[in-house]
């Protein structure tokens, strides 16, 4: 693979892996979730239309229904999807609630074989296993405390609806530039917390005037959300899709790594050999054939990639 496009790739994976760090330390401020997602989700729409205006894309010229599907998969599933994840993270270690969603492409491939959209061959199978299996040694590792009941049910809640989000966004995005489709997902996401928010009376816009709180809110929107998509495409157009699927699939690793680092959190060993094992299934499902992957061999090229599709697949 190009070493360059796997940096970028990494890149991108790490600045997604900052995300559970930074909604872990705003969950306990006075902001709340729906203020801190409100302001994550305009702010990286603004920065997104910014960029896409830049590119020469104009709003009027989009294709309608695919713009209309785009807006409407951000406000009505990824705006809920990413309320009950950041809710999930007030309850459970960032780590594990990170390796549990890491669980996500599995439940992709159950929904896309029950829509008849893909196939079930062994490969595929043998990483459902692996990843259920995974899963549930990172909850039994935590029987000394460490995991909360209320935690586990938002996350796995999260990962359901992350699953039917990329099943649903998979239908649109091919319609779509990367940069566009991440400006109508935020612009969706963005309009339904803060209408959400302000009738449910959970939004507290001034409590973004802490410094702290603000400074995450920044760098969720910019790292963890513009920076983490840009990197991702800018990498992918050199090893491919497919290639960069699987080079994404270390960003748990960053999550686990940073969380221990900054919030003193740790794995039990039983904890740690489950999350081995749902790394493993995220690469085992991910994985393009042997002879196919790109980057592989001095004449080989990357595969040509859907103009957004790979954006629905990073958890966030």
């Avoid at 809920?80 to 999930?88: L, Q, R």
């Avoid at 899963?135 to 029987?143: D, K, S």
């Avoid at 996350?155 to 995005?173: H, P, R």
Wanted: net charge neutral.
């Amino acid at each position: 693979m190009d070493p360059r496009g796997t940096t970028l790739v990494v890149v991108s994976a790490g600045s997604f892996g900052v995300m559970a760090i930074l909604a872990k330390h705003t969950g306990a401020s006075p902001a709340g979730v729906a203020t801190v997602l409100a302001a994550r989700f305009l702010l990286a729409a603004a920065l997104f239309w910014l960029i896409a205006a830049a590119r020469g894309v104009r709003p009027t010229q989009l294709p309608r229904r695919a713009a209309l599907a785009a807006l409407a998969i951000g406000g009505g599933l990824y705006a809920v999807e990413s309320t009950v994840y950041f809710s999930a993270l007030t309850h459970i270690d960032a780590s594990i609630a990170s390796l549990l969603l890491c669980t996500y492409p599995a439940l992709v491939l159950v929904l896309a074989v029950a829509l008849r959209r893909e196939s079930a061959d062994a490969r595929r199978i043998a990483a459902l296993v692996l990843a259920i299996g995974g899963a549930l040694l990172v909850l039994a590792g935590g029987a000394g405390g460490s995991v909360d009941a209320v935690g586990v049910a938002l996350t796995l809640g999260s990962t359901v609806l992350y699953a039917v989000y990329v099943t649903l966004a998979d239908t649109v995005t091919d319609h779509l530039d990367p940069i566009t489709f991440g400006a109508l997902l935020c612009t969706g996401a963005g309009i339904a917390i803060t209408v959400g928010g302000g009738a449910s009376g959970r939004l507290h816009p001034a409590a973004l005037g802490d410094g702290t709180v603000l400074t995450d809110v920044v760098l969720m929107a910019t790292i963890s959300t513009v920076l983490a998509v840009a990197a991702f495409f800018a990498g992918m157009r050199r090893i491919g899709a497919s290639g960069a699927s699987i080079v994404a699939g270390i960003e748990p690793v960053f999550t686990v790594l940073l969380a221990a680092a900054l919030l003193g959190e740790s794995l039990t060993g039983v904890q740690a050999v489950g999350g081995l094992i749902v790394l493993s299934a995220v690469f085992l499902v991910r994985a393009p054939a042997a002879d196919s992957l790109p980057g592989d061999g001095p004449s080989a090229r990357p595969a040509p990639a859907a103009p957004a599709r790979a954006l629905t697949l990073e958890p966030a």
